[in-house]
Every structure is written in C-alpha cells, then in structure tokens.
C-alpha cells in the first residue's frame, strides 16, 4: 500500500532515445523539454477523463468570501488528501492569475535554498495537458545563489505536480513558476528566498505552498503519541495549532513549533518562505479551511499524515523591511511574566511534542525586550523533596553572547537545559516538579584580575589555555562561596586545577536580570 503522506520511488515511464539527426534537432531538444508526470496512476489518476471527474469533485465545495493570492495544500495521494486540497483551492473558482508561484520541499535530494527547473523546461505536464513555466521568471531567480539547488530535484519529486490538477481545472494553462525548497533551509536563507519571490509577485498573482503536516508512525520515524485510535484528536489539535501559526503569519511562531516538536511537517521549509514573504510583501490574512487525516480514510492508525489547507485573502504590496531591533533594557513585570511562559512552554512541546509553543505563540506578542539581541539562561530546578534527596539543580544551560533576539534565545536555551549532560535528561513527567529561573545577561565586560569582581553582582566567565567555564551571579549567593572558593570551583568546572585561576587566567563579568517561577 502506498503511503498517505510519502513518495514510493515510481517509474517515470518509457523514455524514448532517438539518434541525433543534424545540429537543429540537438539544438530543439535541449531547449524545449516538457517535464513528464511522475506520479500519474499513483498519487492521482492516469487518465484524463478520471482526473476531471475527481478534481472537480474536490473542487466542488461552494466558494465563501475573498478570492485566495495564497494557498498551503497537501500533496498526498488523492485519495487520503484530495478533499482538504479542493476546499483550499475552492476560493479560486471563477478568478483569473497571471503567474502562479510553487513552492514544495524536495523529498529526495538534500540542498538549502531554492531549486528551479533546467533552464530548458518549458512546461510541466499532467494527463490534463502542460502548464507552460515562465521562463523569464525563473530566469530572474536563477541569477540569485539562493536559488541554486539542483535542478535534477524536480525529476521525480510529487509535490508540486500534485497541485497541478487543481490549477489546470481552476485556471487552465497558467505561468507557473516551480521552486522546490530543500530540507537544509534556514530561517535566514528563507527570508532572503522570500525577499526575492517580492518582486515576482502583485496583482494577478497566486503563491501555492505544497505541504502535508505531521507524519506519524513508526515507519515515518515520529509515533509519540501511540499507535491506536487516540492518535487521532492528538494530531487534528496539533495540526491546527500548527497551521494557525501558519495562518496568523507568524514565521517565527511556526518554525519554533515544528523544530521544537521534532515534528515532521515535510514544506517545513516552503511554509515559512510563504510567511516571510506575506509578512514583509502582503496587507491580509489567513484562515485555516481544513484539518484532516489519512486515517479518516485508512483507518490505518499505525500510520497516520495531517494535511491542512489555508487560505490567504488580500493583496501584494511592495517589501518592507523589518524594524531595527531595540536595546536591551530592563524587563518589566509582563516581559518576564512571558519570557517564563515561554521557557516553560518550549519544555513541554520539547518533552510531549505537542503545540504548547504555538499557544504560547498565539497569546502573546513578541515585542520589547523580546526582540532585543541578548544573551540568556534557562535554569531548571526540582522542588520539594526531590531538591532535597538529589539537590536543587536540574540544568542550566546558556548562551552568553547577544546573538539573537530573547525569545529565540530562551528557546534554545530552555531546549539545550532540558538535556545537560551533567544530568539525565529531563522527561515529561517530571514538568510538575520543577521550577525554571532565567538570566538575562548584559554584554560582557573583561576586567584586569579577580580584584575587579564584586561577588553576588557579577556573573563570571574564566578562560584559561582553551578551557572556559561560567557561573551566574546567583551561584555566589546560593551557595555562600567566599570569592576564592567561587573562583576555585569555577576553574574545577573549567576540568583545571581549583588554583588554576590564580596565574594566566583571563575574566569577563557581567550582570544578570534573574527571575523564577514562583516556589
């Protein structure tokens, strides 16, 4: 049985080698090639008369509101996921487009940025006829490294040819324009990717995003919610709460989720393009028209895939840049209220792979000293007795550079403290037991000798031959260190003799906003 959500490799058909005759006849061939369907009588049907009647059944949902300038849909056979597919493109029914923008992970070959077609495509074909390629559009792309993946990734890759069939019987013979986007593309390369697509797209234009959501099952590597009937309410409420965040335009919010869950939404990737893309070039919104499973039709829970569909109703405007990042400054009570949220909901999405983050998304704006550039600390404390049979320190990872804004900073940190190797790593079951404390730093600064650190003020970062080691401000108080045993036991931390700190040792200090959850 072929797999709801995953290619099976398929035969592309017979191809025909014909000697070459003349220069002309080479000449023609290397610049007029059509791209043949890969998963014909697979995915969807062979012939063109079954594929009809099924598109248009799909399609058949009445069309409410706004027509659509951008669709999310699934790709899977038709079977598990042509009906959710034909409600997100049922809004389309009856406009006109000029030019439609595709864009679908690459199963298949690994890459970051986009991938166009060969620059002698010139149309891709269903047994509903061809979609003819703008090329001069794709050959605008093709002058940006962004988008250099290779072009033998379209050869047999299902995603976009999925949509395809809904295209051709919304629009007929439309411009398309084909990106796959590899599974390597991050958050930076998705923006500049976005930024690029801006100029292709105004009035008459439509962005299709091709992406099924989670994929759960053994065979797909990914089952932490069981293997019965109960999977299914856990993977509609997650895969709403992950095509909200989608829908709300929120980049940021949607990737968190997806990476912080291990989840195995394939366009990943595409998605978030789509989202930078809206949020930098697009006045609207999105809704989400649909949630469903392949199980509501397999009955298969051993192996199950989400699809969603979602709409986008507006209209293009130009690029705008984003607003500087503030300073940090001083949280107030609100910001540390959040951040603490935050930390608390990434170890839950981390631990059950569920959509706390992307609740925690959706109620809260990501402004003020959340978006400033700052260094950070997540520390996870037991509570109760089990402080007192194991100790109160459960992890304490970090990072002290301001490489990041805040709230993508505790992220990281509160995923990394969930696992430090000084302890066994965190499990779900243990949330309720523990309390979590973060540290926000400021920059650091190098002073001459211990003589310049004030302990119980300064957090301390010792360096020496290659090793490091830091303590935050608190240790001080918490453990009630006179500054040399504070300084021996952080060269100790450092793997050095505890004198070590004494002769050709280096210090930074900072200091610390810390907070916690209340006991």
């Known amino acids: 049985m072929l797999r709801p959500g995953l290619a099976r490799p398929i035969p592309m058909g017979m191809r025909f080698f014909l000697p070459v005759v003349g220069v002309v006849m080479f000449t023609s061939a290397l610049h007029a090639q059509v791209r043949p369907p890969a998963v014909a009588g697979a995915f969807y049907p062979g012939s063109k008369e079954e594929l009809q009647r099924d598109v248009r059944g799909f399609l058949a949902t009445p069309p409410q509101g706004q027509t659509p300038v951008a669709v999310i849909a699934p790709h899977a056979g038709y079977v598990f996921s042509g009906a959710t597919a034909g ?41 509903l006829g061809d979609m003819p390629i703008d090329r001069a559009a794709v050959a605008q792309l093709a002058r940006f490294s962004e988008f250099g993946g290779p072009a033998a990734a379209h050869e047999r890759e299902h995603c976009l040819e999925v949509e395809l069939p809904f295209l051709q019987a919304t629009f007929g013979a439309a411009p398309i ?66 095509a909200e ?41 999105g809704r989400v028209v649909e949630v469903t499973t392949s199980a509501e ?9 989400t699809y969603a569909g979602v709409d986008f109703v507006g209209a293009w405007r130009p690029w705008r840049e984003d607003e500087p990042a503030p300073r940090l400054g001083e949280l107030n009570p609100e910001e540390k209220k959040a951040a603490l ?94 309390g979590l404390e973060i540290s926000v730093l400021s920059p650091m600064q190098r002073v001459p ?37 504070f300084l021996s036991q952080l060269s100790l931390k450092a793997g050095m003799s505890p004198d070590a700190w004494k002769a050709g040792a280096t210090f930074e200090v900072f200091t610390a906003q810390v907070f916690g959850e209340p006991e």
């Not at 039709?297 to 895939?305: D, E, F, L, R």
């Open 245 to 285: 965040r989608a829908a709300a335009i929120d980049a940021r919010g949607f990737a968190q989720q997806v990476e912080v869950a291990g989840d195995t939404v394939c366009g990943a990737a595409p998605i978030t393009v789509l989202l930078e893309l809206l949020a930098h070039a697009f006045d609207g919104s």
């Open 87 to 127: 409600k997100a493109f049922a809004p389309l029914a009856g406009s006109t487009v000029k030019r439609i923008i595709l864009l679908g992970p690459s199963h298949y070959v690994g890459f970051r940025g986009g991938a166009l077609p060969t620059p002698g495509t010139t149309a891709f074909a269903t047994p």
């Open 449 to 485: 000798g211990p003589e310049a650190i004030v302990l119980r003020t300064h957090g301390v970062l010792l360096s020496k031959g290659g090793r490091h080691a830091v303590f935050l401000p608190q240790v001080a108080t918490e453990t009630g260190w006179d500054l040399p045993t």
């Open 341 to 434: 949220a935050l930390a608390r909901a990434t170890l839950e999405t981390y631990l059950t792979h569920e959509g706390q983050l992307a609740a925690w998304f959706a109620g809260n704006r990501v402004a003020g000293n959340l978006r400033a550039n700052a260094g950070v600390f997540v520390t996870i404390n037991n509570r109760g007795a089990k402080a007192k049979s194991e100790g109160r320190l459960r992890g304490c990872i970090g990072v002290m550079e301001a490489r990041e804004p805040l709230v993508d900073a505790i992220v990281s940190a509160a995923t990394s403290a969930a696992r430090d190797p000084r302890f066994p790593p965190l499990e779900a079951s243990e949330l309720s037991g523990v």
């Open 297 to 305: 039709v397999s009955a298969n829970w051993s192996q199950v895939v």
């Open 177 to 242: 324009v084909p990106v796959l986007i590899g599974g390597n593309t991050d958050l930076q390369t998705a923006a500049a990717l976005a930024r690029r697509l801006a100029d292709l797209v105004g009035p008459g234009t439509l962005v299709v995003v091709s992406s099924d959501f989670t994929h759960h099952g053994d065979s797909y590597g990914h089952s932490p919610f069981g293997r019965g009937p109960e999977v299914g309410p856990k993977l509609l409420q997650l895969g709403r709460a992950t």
